[in-house]
């Protein structure tokens, strides 16, 4: 189950929206689609398209191993989601 932002961690929900709208640009630039962003290369499904919008959108939070994909699928290192946020 995806962590759910918790409204009472200060500049939780802002830092979550941040790297949503990062991934969201990137994904966006690379001409992925959310599905596409979700699964692999060969279409192996990982992470539902309904949970990269809610990711994007900053209604939850992902994990390290969901970033770690997303960076992957993009492309750029993970370090570079989180530059600067």
Same mark, same amino acid.
């Given at each position: 189950?995806?962590?759910?932002?918790?409204?009472?961690?200060? *500049?939780?929900?802002?830092?979550?929206?941040?790297? *949503?709208?990062? &991934?969201?640009?990137?994904?966006?630039?690379?001409?992925?689609?959310?599905?596409?962003? *979700?699964?692999?290369?060969?279409?192996?499904?990982?992470?539902?398209?309904?949970?990269?919008?809610?990711?994007?959108?900053?209604?939850?939070?992902?994990?390290?191993?969901? %970033?770690?994909?997303?960076?992957?699928?993009?492309?750029?290192? %993970?370090?570079?989601? %989180?530059? *600067? &946020?």
């Amino acid at each position: 189950m995806p962590a759910r932002v918790n409204p009472d961690v200060p *500049g939780e929900p802002r830092l979550v929206r941040k790297v *949503g709208k990062r &991934i969201r640009e990137l994904r966006e630039k690379k001409g992925l689609t959310m599905a596409e962003l *979700g699964a692999s290369p060969k279409g192996v499904v990982y992470f539902q398209r309904q949970y990269v919008w809610k990711m994007e959108t900053g209604r939850v939070a992902p994990s390290l191993s969901a %970033l770690a994909h997303f960076a992957k699928r993009l492309d750029v290192p %993970l370090a570079d989601l %989180l530059r *600067g &946020i």
